[in-house]
């Protein structure tokens, strides 16, 4: 059904139902009026003038406030213009003629509730404009103004600006709107070939019941209370995904947090991914750990990694799971009980200033990075087999990822790691690339421990006197213990930076790459 340009649209009921109820497309939204299920629902027509009987009412899922069709300067003001090549549906979308210069466009409206609903939503077409941003400004009777963002992508997409991420004061009244302005933001740097163009603009509701399970791998996104850990609060002023993150409120009295996820089994997965905000790069340090507690084992067992917190903002970690460290032997990714971040014990440092908050963290499939045959660590997926090492700050040995042994508060370097080879009796040579920075002649070290010999422990180092990379070589058998250790099982690799006793400097780097077992 379609008269001056316009159509009218019914939710969820068919053509033919909207035809004998006899709509008339009268609407203070807008050119294109909604029909709710609903209010359908809510009626029974009876022959012969029967009373109609209600239903409890259901809350509305959309209701159109513009399909962009007919003559569009009555209620943007002239700004936007109709644009007929392109459309997402109807005839026609509308779009900004002029993208160097783009004014505002203002639709004024009587008074009008808006609770009912939970977002805006437009249908947004973009080509060679994905650098802009799209505004939208709501006001209301009572003097309020908000605004919110979505960012452009390339082609046609349907966009989502719920009323909860809007920003500004005063805050809007929702029962009382009174105009809608969209406008864009950076679009400085557009190609004269740009074109953004926007079709049926909608008010939406969102899920009432938020339900983490009903995506694969979905640990939590901290939406709702079931998610928030013991220790955290809501953060709705940043986040990555959805309405809000959580906050860990002080770190350093609040030590440990724990949170037991839906999800027990990680067999089916790989990775475990989440986003971290810092507000300070501040050096402070906490471990994620995932306990699956072993009944054989005397004290808790988990796999663990400890991050260093020296960057300000939003940081991504995706985390193998086959490089994450473990101390003891856990029970096993199916068995996994809970998740815990602590900012005490290990040796960590501790900062009063330290503001973190965490956003969604999932479980990722994926067939992962391949180490060569012999390569214990090529660091190219981080250092994450490493207890107490950072990702290097500079350029790698080969490819991209190296280890940073960093100097601690004593003044000393050192890391640890399971390595991913535990038998190496076939092997004679251990090779590793060493960048070395302000060393001053300090020493490394690299010792081997094994499987029932607490005491025996295979020790080679080098003196640091150069600046850059370097590759070292080690003799494995160049030792008279040689056979009396058990090479089958060697359980644990570390690596070890003294600084000299004289002419050290606090700005010495030690970074490694490429640890390789060679015959």
Not at 88 to 105: E, F, I, N, T, Y
Not at 220 to 244: A, I, K, V
């Amino acid at each position: 059904m379609r008269a001056g340009g316009s159509r009218a649209s019914c939710v969820g009921v068919a053509p033919a139902c909207a035809a004998k109820v006899g709509v008339r497309r009268v609407s203070a939204y807008g050119p294109a009026l909604v029909v709710r299920a609903a209010s359908l629902a809510a009626l029974l027509l009876v022959a012969g003038g029967a009373a109609a009987q209600e239903s409890p009412p259901r809350a509305a899922e959309s209701l159109l406030l513009d399909d962009m069709e007919g003559d569009l300067t009555s209620r943007w003001g002239g700004v936007l213009a109709p644009e007929r090549g392109y459309y997402q549906s109807g005839r026609q979308s509308a779009r900004w003629p002029d993208l160097s210069a783009p004014a505002p466009a203002r639709w004024d409206l009587p008074a009008q509730s808006w609770r009912r609903y939970d977002a805006v939503a437009v249908s947004c077409y973009a080509r060679n404009a994905t650098g802009a941003v799209v505004k939208f400004s709501v006001t209301s009777a009572d003097g309020g103004r908000q605004a919110g963002w979505f960012g452009v992508g390339e082609g046609w997409h349907q966009e989502v600006v719920p009323f909860d991420r809007f920003r500004g004061e005063p805050p809007v009244d929702w029962s009382r709107v009174t105009s809608l302005t969209v406008s864009l933001e950076q679009t400085a740097e557009l190609p004269d070939a740009a074109r953004l163009c926007l079709d049926d603009l909608r008010l939406v509701s969102l899920p009432s019941a938020h339900q983490p399970a009903a995506e694969p791998g979905l640990l939590c996104d901290f939406e709702t209370e079931e998610e928030l850990w013991d220790g955290m609060q809501y953060d709705d002023e940043r986040w990555t995904s959805g309405r809000r993150s959580g906050h860990w409120v002080s770190p350093i009295n609040n030590t440990a947090i724990s949170y037991e996820p839906p999800i027990t089994d990680w067999t089916p997965y790989q990775y475990v991914e989440f986003d971290v905000y810092s507000g300070v790069p501040n050096g402070d340090q906490f471990i994620f750990t995932v306990y699956s507690d072993n009944i054989a084992e005397q004290g808790p067992s988990y796999w663990g990694y400890i991050i260093t917190v020296d960057w300000e903002g939003w940081r991504h970690f995706k985390v193998p799971f086959r490089r994450m460290y473990s101390p003891r032997s856990p029970a096993g990714w199916d068995q996994v009980s809970t998740i815990r971040l602590s900012s005490r014990g290990w040796g960590m440092k501790e900062y009063d200033d330290t503001d973190l908050s965490f956003d969604r963290m999932i479980l990722a499939k994926g067939p992962g990075h391949r180490l060569p045959p012999g390569m214990l660590d090529d660091f190219e997926e981080g250092p994450y087999s490493w207890w107490f090492m950072l990702a290097g700050p500079i350029p790698a040995y080969r490819e991209q990822g190296c280890g940073w042994l960093y100097l601690r508060d004593d003044g000393r370097a050192y890391a640890y790691m399971r390595p991913a080879i535990s038998d190496w009796r076939g092997f004679r040579q251990l090779h590793v690339c060493v960048y070395a920075a302000h060393a001053q002649g300090g020493y490394l070290r690299l010792i081997a421990q094994f499987a029932g010999q607490k005491r025996s422990s295979w020790v080679k180092g080098a003196r640091i006197d150069w600046e850059g990379w370097r590759e070292l070589v080690f003799d494995l058998r160049a030792t008279t213990a040689h056979r009396r250790l058990n090479w089958q099982q060697v359980t644990r690799l570390g690596a070890y930076y003294r600084p000299p006793r004289t002419g050290a400097t606090p700005d010495a780097m030690i970074c490694l790459d490429d640890l390789c077992l060679k015959p």
